[in-house]
């Protein structure tokens, strides 16, 4: 099988080195940046570069390029992809990604499915790529109405060979709707956390749930930026549900109303050790 | 030195296992229940009971109560501690004890501290303390004005013998406006966080950030409304100022105003890395 990947970064660049490292497949890919290509070739990440000739023999194409970028390569090269071949995408919302690129696999002949494979650093780029980025990770697949069964099989067997040990299919609104919530809203929070005045003058007194709490306030704005737009409704419903709990704590706080108060902190704990499977 | 340890929970068990272990001081214990008492001196974690008439034998008592239950255990028994004997307690708050405390310490003798050993776990109770608690964690003192430099150093370096690596001090006030950020705050998100009616159906699109923002939602009602309601103003302003925050980004993602959106985002990400002392 030939697998071409679109955009050596973190993302694109572990899947070329996770597919070398563990299967026995051709691996071509293609960069902005010529010189990462040449490195990744030195370093065995791929065979060679992605030409145009190349991307007609793909039996899978995996583009690790922001939201809006994967959608404009995909469309512009629609007429190269074989027929038959599979489309994987890689961006953290589906929705959009889905509705863009669906009716453009149908058109050309080809399969798009989407992929969010829930794995990341805080640094980003084709040099903090490693082969064992996937591994213990989730993949979420969307597969378009109509996929075959043994086509979405193919990609879970591949993600399972390079690390990933929970494969979920999800359709592109649940998909989107859940990581609002487990992941947009974290790095959101996250980043507002941190900006409280106090945040400047806390050394010493740095506790663990301060640590946690502002883990992934160090974000690449851009990216980000594209990713919450791609996914306004069910971000801003998990902002605005987050911003009004938070008022009835203060409120609470406020009157030193120790009932109410208590009440709201065991109604999260409970809920807390629901999801995680304990008693209470 | 004979120190006398009152409450034997998770806090005061880890000190009377950790001073055991590290010391060749004498502990007395003293705890509601009997049982953990009878326990404490199996196990070595202390020596023996906590008498009346061991208590006015020890140099130094530490009080691992709730703050009101601290307060009063203090008051009641000011009059059997000897003159000139240490008095610290473990409370996450510190306004509130010490300036209860500081008066009646003056009236009968004996100097009060402040402490708050920043060290915790998921459970609570003499079961779970262990003598490693406090390892390489920090342990913030508040002592009272007028306090002796050479009173301050001795707890400094039992903290030291017992595991804490880092020994801060802090006046009461700068304590919990500090605190009210680094951990109160980051219970209230975290606890309001987990109650997204997404929670219920986010099963494995669980993403690491994910994981870290809910992380201490699972926290002991009864003990942290009593720390809130005795820090209530620097905490409702911690609340109310990420309230007001995530506000801007909700703002901005309903708007599609990618450019504010981009900039929120930067200078969390630019007050992150200031904070942990990166360039950018």
């Not at 990609?155 to 359709?171: A, D, M, R, V, W």
């Not at 956390?193 to 007194?205: D, T």
């Not at 109410?260 to 999801?275: A, C, H, N, P, Y």
Request: hydrophobic letters at 40%; glycine letters at 8%.
């Amino acid at each position: 099988m030939n697998i071409g990947i679109i955009g050596l970064g973190l993302i694109g660049g572990s899947m070329a080195k996770a597919i070398k490292q563990n299967t026995p497949y051709k691996v071509f890919g293609l960069d902005l940046q010529d010189t990462i290509i040449k490195k990744a070739i030195l370093v065995g990440a791929i065979d060679e570069a992605l030409t145009a000739e190349l991307l007609s023999t793909c039996d899978l194409l995996i583009v690790a390029l922001y939201p809006q970028d994967t959608i404009d390569f995909v469309k512009s090269h629609a007429g190269m992809i074989k027929k038959g071949a599979m489309v994987l995408d890689c961006c953290g919302v589906k929705q959009v990604i889905c509705e863009a690129l669906e009716p453009v696999a149908r058109e050309n002949g080809f399969i798009f499915m989407g992929g969010h494979p829930m794995a990341g650093l805080a640094h980003a780029g084709f040099t903090h790529a490693k082969k064992a980025l996937f591994n213990n990770a989730s993949m979420i697949l969307t597969p378009v109405k109509g996929t075959r069964i043994e086509d979405v099989q193919k990609i879970k067997l591949l993600c399972e060979n390079i690390g990933f040990t929970n494969t979920q299919i999800s359709t592109p609104e649940e998909h989107d709707r859940v990581i609002a919530f487990t992941s947009q809203l974290a790095h959101v929070v996250s980043n507002a956390y941190i900006k409280s005045p106090s945040a400047l003058e806390h050394k010493g007194f740095s506790a663990g749930s301060y640590k946690d709490l502002t883990r992934v306030a160090k974000l690449n704005e851009t990216m980000w930026t594209e990713l919450f737009l791609d996914n306004p409704e069910y971000l801003a419903e998990e902002i605005d549900g987050i911003i009004e709990r938070l008022g009835q704590y203060s409120k609470a706080i406020k009157e030193k109303d120790a009932d109410t108060l208590s009440q709201l902190l065991k109604d999260g704990k409970e809920r807390k050790m629901l999801i995680d499977g304990e008693k209470f």
